[in-house]
């Protein structure tokens, strides 16, 4: 069965089974480590001795605004 074909069986399935077969998933891929390939993928992706700016929701003050101006403008409209 292609990757395809196993997707769009999961995706039939109920939604209770659906979270079982993730819960399966998971769990299969925590008993495992990182393998060289994932490895190889992390060095390509973060390179060593490069700086990379994480962004946080933390003290935007100026998006919270901005939100509650979006939701006060539709429940206005409804």
Do not use: I, K
Not at 26 to 46: H, I, K, N, Q, Y
């Amino acid at each position: 069965m292609s990757f395809p074909e196993l997707l769009d069986a999961a995706r039939a399935l109920p939604r209770e089974e659906q979270l079982q077969l993730a819960e399966a998933l998971l769990a299969s891929l925590a008993g495992v480590g990182p393998t060289a390939a994932d490895e190889e993928l992390l060095r390509r992706m973060f390179p060593p001795g490069v700086v990379h700016d994480v962004y946080s929701p933390h003290d935007s003050y100026g998006a919270a605004v901005a939100l509650q101006e979006l939701l006060d403008a539709q429940a206005a409209r409804q």
